[in-house]
């Protein structure tokens, strides 16, 4: 069955921290892949997406992530986080269905 | 261009009672999916709904239903409540729910509180 893995189920960093945080998937065909993050009392919100072309895609907020395929991850990056960072970040992948699979989240605190 | 909306926010209610949810997709979008999300698990995918017609599935009890109107509204019941269906419900809409460049996009939530 299709599974994705957030292995950092909860992060600690202060500000201006780098932060990187793990997705991987277990899919042998074609992906779309999706970073969403949910801010205290927000609803999720799409950070970025990749479906095709670079692996490596920009979104909101300085947030980036490189899909590589070899290793079925797509993780998620910023070089500096901010106390605004603060919130739960989810990975997601859809492939031949309509169906999307989420991984667990990651909270992420950051300390100003 | 408004945001997908869901009906009631918050319910509480006891166990043995049903509960039904209602959520409004972005103008256009035609595709509804419904989620549940607790904390630890995630967001667990329910069901997936286009052109009134449910299109996906995912690996809950009979007691979870829903349906799809004309206009891409959609609807969600669950029927004999548990406690452990306490959590938040959240429903995304997208254009057409498939194709390499669909993206779904999420309501607030409606928070159930089963007593």
């Known amino acids: 069955a299709q599974s994705v893995s957030q292995h950092n189920h909860h992060v600690i960093l202060s500000e201006a921290a780098s932060l990187e945080l793990g997705c991987n998937y277990s899919?042998?065909?074609?992906?779309?892949l999706f970073w969403y993050v949910q801010y205290p009392g927000q609803h999720l919100q799409l950070l970025l997406k990749y479906f095709s072309g670079d692996p490596l895609v920009k979104g909101i907020k300085g947030f980036e992530a490189e899909f590589i395929k070899s290793k079925f991850s797509f993780n998620l990056r910023k070089p500096s986080v901010q106390w605004s960072d603060t919130a739960e970040y989810f990975c997601?992948?859809?492939?031949?269905?309509?169906?999307?699979?989420f991984g667990t989240g990651t909270r992420l605190k950051v300390l100003a | 261009k408004a945001g997908v909306t869901q009906t009631p926010r918050y319910l509480i209610k006891t166990r043995g009672q049903q509960v039904t949810l209602s959520c409004s997709p972005i103008?256009?979008?035609?595709?509804v999916s419904w989620y549940q999300q607790t904390p630890g698990q995630g967001l667990q995918f329910l069901f997936e709904?286009?052109?009134?017609?449910?299109?996906n599935k995912g690996n809950f009890p009979g007691r979870f239903s829903g349906r799809q109107f004309s206009n891409s509204r959609s609807e969600m019941n669950v029927s004999t409540l548990e406690l452990g269906d306490s959590a938040l419900y959240l429903c995304?809409?997208?254009?057409?729910?498939?194709?390499?460049?669909?993206?779904?996009?999420f309501g607030p939530g409606t928070r159930l509180t089963v007593l």
């Open positions: 899919y042998g065909g074609t992906v779309n």
């Open positions: 709904y286009f052109s009134e017609t449910q299109r």
């Open positions: 995304a809409s997208s254009l057409v729910g498939s194709g390499n460049t669909d993206t779904q996009y």
């Open positions: 103008s256009g979008h035609r595709s």
């Open positions: 997601a992948v859809r492939s031949g269905t309509y169906k999307y699979i």
